[in-house]
């Protein structure tokens, strides 16, 4: 059964732009989570997506966004790229929601932001 | 509010020695507990979760922790380490509506 995939692995993107990262959740599950990894402040949670629903939030600004299609593909976006949105960005799938539902990550995409 | 901490940034261990990595919660009820392990440039790998029952879990590649609620601790053991345990460490919390909450991780290193 094929893992979590998240494209691209690696983006340069220039301070002012926007971007757009995808996250395709292994088959059959429906819920996806993203996470930002820095060193100063390790793992962060942006959002979770349940049947195209964002049913949770993390404390990010308003140029994180995200949303889930009908087949739990999911995608987040940043727009007005700020140097300080270089990061690891995770995304986790779930087969449901629920605190003991285990979470399965992608390898993640590195966005550098120049 | 819950917190996860990991006291240890970095830990050196001897191939075949022992190894311990601590971790301690901060949640008014039990949580649901996890240890995932991270490789350069990888994911995470979920190596062992807790939800209730056996405060001894078992984990994947030979990994164990052991909850104790007096101590608000959950940390991870491996009798004999191999070199290929080299890596970054999580220990997480859920609670149910909630996101999972990291701790800031330990990196492992194996000397030979």
């Known amino acids: 059964k094929a893992g979590v995939t998240q494209t691209p692995r690696y983006l340069i993107k220039t301070r002012g732009q926007q971007v757009t990262l995808s996250c395709s959740p292994i088959?059959?599950?429906?819920?996806v989570s993203w996470y930002q990894q820095t060193p100063g402040q390790g793992l962060q949670f942006l959002f979770e997506?349940?049947?195209?629903?964002?049913?949770n939030k993390g404390n990010f600004p308003g140029r994180f966004s995200g949303r889930q299609f009908s087949n739990s593909r999911s995608e987040m976006n940043v727009s007005t790229l700020e140097l300080g949105d270089s990061a690891l960005y995770l995304c986790?799938?779930?087969?449901?929601?629920?605190?003991?539902?285990?979470?399965?990550f992608g390898q993640g995409t590195r966005l550098t932001v120049v | 509010a819950q917190s996860v901490t990991q006291p240890d940034i970095h830990i050196t261990v001897s191939e075949g020695a022992s190894l311990e990595l601590r971790c301690n919660y901060s949640y008014g009820a039990t949580p649901y507990l996890f240890w995932y392990v991270q490789s350069p440039g990888q994911g995470l790998q979920l190596l062992l979760k807790?939800?209730?029952?056996?405060?001894l879990v078992q984990g994947i590649k030979g990994f164990e922790a052991e909850f104790k609620r007096s101590q608000s601790s959950f940390n991870l053991r491996k009798p004999s380490v191999h070199w290929s345990d080299a890596a970054e460490y999580f220990c997480a919390l859920r609670e149910a509506g909630t996101a999972l909450i990291f701790g800031k991780g330990t990196t492992l290193s194996v000397s030979s």
């Open positions: 997506y349940f049947s195209e629903t964002q049913r």
């Open positions: 807790y939800f209730s029952g056996d405060t």
């Open positions: 088959s059959g599950h429906r819920s």
């Open positions: 986790a799938s779930s087969l449901q929601q629920g605190a003991g539902t285990e979470a399965f």
